[in-house]
């Protein structure tokens, strides 16, 4: 089978982590030998590298081809408009990216169906590219595209629409299915397949060893957030937090926008002496962080599958975490951590004490992650692939 993935949330060598779970969940089908599989990734076009211009600089340094763990990536531009982006978006990448596509086939490259990853606008570009091509294609939901976008009327029209178009919508948690449906989106043709997590990569490590490694002092508490550093993820809320937890040390792993207006926080709350500042950590480097900390917090207002509980869950390290959308799917024991009852630092605070009240086994917590091998996800993903051509041919 000959897939084509078309998707912005795909990393490249300008943005090594953005949307890393799209490759790792196209990684683990790949290894079943069952597929062939080329990448389209469209960015958005900037005409400059400059430092000063940060994530649109990324976009210019972006190459237009490349090879990440023997994929060929492709990396078309479009335009991506200020104020009316967002209404236009889908046919400017559907535009940008069908010269690619077409030369994919002329060089023999003539894929079985298009594996397009995020419904808006992404999604909504392949039923575009799906129509002009003649080629059956399946959108996955992610997060933010089903549980933000629909509230604007114009891209909830569309989402709709493609839904309709679509052989199939996989979501990576129930719960956006079922908002999916809730939509109006036929429930036929929807269907879950949750992340997997990479049980080889993200393996418990001696926690003394792994202190010693990032510098922190072997004995202490370590409370631990990860992700870009944007509101949404409440890196702000684990600060707070340090308030009410008094002897606890912050370690943050990432970077973003927000950055500075954190550690300015830090330093009003008088909490900056108990805050490690990691920066944009390697995936290959996470798992000396999850295993250096006690505890993982994830402070999100939204999220749909959040790859960062099961891989510290995969390292041994329980999770404190908003009780949101997909969360609770993946936080449903006790030996994988508690669940806030708000989403605020003294909850944080609350949920940190229950937690260590009877704290699991570093090997329970790893037990429950391993229920989420990617093993049930590939083949279901393999299953209704062809399910899907098979009916189109």
């Known amino acids: 089978m000959k897939i084509l993935l078309f998707s912005t949330l795909h990393p490249s ?4 982590i953005h949307g890393i779970f799209v490759e790792t969940r196209l990684r683990e089908l790949l290894k079943t030998g069952q597929v062939q599989a080329r990448v389209v990734a469209p960015v958005p076009w900037f005409p400059f590298k400059g430092q000063r211009f940060g994530e649109y600089a990324q976009f210019a340094a ?32 559907a535009l940008g990216a069908l010269p690619t596509i077409r030369r994919l086939q002329r060089q023999g490259f003539d894929f079985d169906l298009i594996d397009a990853h995020y419904y808006y606008p992404d999604g909504a570009a392949a039923a575009l590219l799906a129509k002009w091509l003649g080629k059956p294609f399946v959108v996955t939901a992610r997060g933010t595209d089903l549980n933000l976008i629909p509230q604007y009327h ?12 679509a052989s199939a919508s996989i979501g990576v948690c129930q719960a956006l299915m079922d908002k999916l449906g809730e939509l109006g989106a036929d429930r036929s043709k929807l269907n879950t397949l949750r992340n997997g997590v990479d049980l080889e990569r993200f393996v418990p490590e001696d926690r003394a060893n792994a202190r010693q490694r990032l510098g922190l002092p072997a004995r202490g508490r370590y409370l631990l957030s990860v992700g870009h550093l944007v509101e949404r993820k409440g890196h702000h ?59 993982l917090a994830l402070c999100s207002s939204r ?23 997909g969360t609770p799917e993946v936080v449903s024991t006790p030996a994988a951590g508690v669940l806030m009852a708000r989403r605020d630092a003294s909850a944080l605070a609350e949920a940190w004490v229950q937690l260590h009240t009877q704290l699991p086994a570093r090997e329970e917590t790893r037990a429950h992650a391993q229920t989420f091998s990617w093993d049930a996800t590939t083949q279901g993903q393999l299953q209704l692939f062809q399910r899907v051509v098979d009916v189109r041919t």
């Not at 060598?13 to 090594?16: D, F, G, T």
């Not at 114009?154 to 178009?165: D, E, G, H, N, V």
């Not at 926080?265 to 006690?294: C, F, N």
Request: charged fraction near 20%.
């Open 154 to 165: 114009f891209p909830r029209k569309l989402i709709l629409k493609t839904a309709a178009q």
């Open 62 to 93: 972006t190459p237009r081809v490349e090879q990440r763990n023997g994929v060929e990536v492709h990396h078309p531009r479009y335009l991506l408009l200020p104020k009316v982006g967002m209404n236009l978006a889908p046919f400017a990448m």
């Open 303 to 325: 999220e749909g599958w959040a790859n960062v509980l099961l891989e510290a869950m995969a390292c041994g390290t329980p999770v404190i975490a908003t009780d949101i959308w």
């Open 13 to 16: 060598s300008a943005r090594p």
């Open 237 to 295: 809320i684990a600060i707070e937090s340090l308030q009410y937890l008094p002897g606890v040390t912050l370690l943050i792993a990432g970077a973003g926008p927000e950055e500075a207006a954190l550690k300015d926080l830090a330093s009003r709350l008088g909490v900056a002496d108990r805050l490690r500042w990691g920066g944009v950590v390697p995936q290959t480097e996470l798992k000396w962080w999850y295993s250096a900390a006690d505890v």
